[in-house]
């Protein structure tokens, strides 16, 4: 049986949820009123699942997550509070809570929350150290063909994309415009059971809000001036396959009471229809904006915001996969020859000290396409660095003035290692604080530390 942790001060919740899970047969109870006890009992670690009162006296709910964040206590964590409270809420999904549930609490909502949460957590718990296998090959590398890298991030997003495929979870992929986001997406549904299937991918950003609903959920003839005909959405049209959602942080709000019902209740009502249509459709979505910050400006949903990301993938910036920039180049310096008949056979070096040394805020996608115009005016049998467009090279501000020697400069990773060293010895190798100047987590600092070999 899966063993839950409840902890809340409320002894009269204690009592209603154990006996109710009590008479579901499938979980083991312990409850808890008094929060100052809780940190012993989470150290055992002896739990499949955390359910957390917020708003407690002494301890709160958000001492105690912040306590397994800096412990680094892996305990999948639903909320129950009856506090609306936006700052709040966004504080507990930064801790890393699976869900963050209202009371009175749907005793059947919760059990979906928990089945799905421990769903989650077998996902990860199958999952190799990746950190120790990179050379295991993938069991789908197929499904990757489109994406170039040599990047151990990547790699390593791979193998959890193979294990999040095995599921229909809704996934949620953060990244920066035009980092490859709806290749990952593609990836996720070329290895899942529905892979014989539509895969369907809409920009939400590409469309007015007016006419999204339309486009979406399709419409009924008359349904509005200029519906002549019935017209299949997209939602529709993915049935029994995979939607992919683009920068899903530009649906209005309406519209996202829409797509949680659609995930909620697997059914939608097409535009001038009064008849619910079930529909069995895996929801993929990406953005490139900060969710938690539109939650807390009201402009996105928080209960959708869950239900999208139960799994959850980051995909990291051109930038910081300095060594794929070069691989990345030369693999479209080859498509673009066969595309213009061209015979460039090699990218100089000051070419590829210019593009290591660039942020490329436009991505893998810029990229592309800085190779693309440099190619169409070059001339000769080598992409030289007069042939770059000038947007490029003007923005292209390094810290070397010769761009043209066979200077390599160093790597955003021989830069970064240096400074961790610096700050490290700044603070007597306090990783608390040091983690805190550099302005990134414990963990992660703990990570490049291992990374770096600055024990």
Known sequence: MRKILLIDDNQAVLNFLQIFFLQTGKYEVTTLQDSTKAY????????????????MPNVTGLDI??????????????VLTGVEDIDLAIAAMKHGTFDYMLKPIEEEKLLKNIENAISAKDIKTREIDLDQAYDLSLKNPEA???IITRDEKII??????????????????????????????????????RRDNKFVAVNAGAF??????????????????????????FLEEANGGTLFLDEIGELSLPIQVKLLRVLQEEEF???????????????????????FEEIKEGHFRKDLFFRLNINSINLPPLRERKEDIELLAYHFLEVFNKKYGKNVGRITTPVLNCLKCYPFPGNVRE??????????????????????????????????????????????????KKHIKIVLEYTNNNRSKASEILGISRVNLLSKIKKYELE
């Open 156 to 193: 390593k997003i791979f193998h959890t994309v193979e294990k999040f495929a095995q599921t229909d979870n809704s996934v949620l992929i953060w990244g920066e415009s035009g980092a490859g986001k709806e290749l990952i997406a593609q990836a996720i549904h070329k290895i899942s059971n």
């Open 367 to 416: 990229l592309m396409n800085i190779i693309n115009s440099s190619l169409i005016v070059e001339s000769s049998n080598e992409l030289r660095k007069k042939s770059l467009p000038n947007y490029f090279l003007d923005n292209n501000n390094n810290g070397y003035s010769d761009f043209d020697s066979d200077i390599v400069p160093p790597s955003l990773c021989e830069i970064e």
């Open 144 to 146: 990757f063909g489109g």
């Open 208 to 233: 007015a809000q007016e006419l999204f609903s339309s486009e979406f959920f399709g419409h009924e003839k008359g349904a509005f001036t200029g519906a002549s005909s019935t017209k299949t959405g």
């Open 269 to 291: 009502y097409k535009l001038g229809s009064t008849k619910n249509q079930k529909v069995d459709v895996r929801i993929i979505a990406a953005t490139n904006k900060d969710l």
């Open 40 to 55: 012993e009992l989470i150290e055992k670690n002896e739990f499949d699942i955390l359910l957390l009162d917020m708003d």
């Open 65 to 78: 997550l912040k306590y397994m964040k800096e412990k680094e206590i892996n305990l999948t964590t639903i």
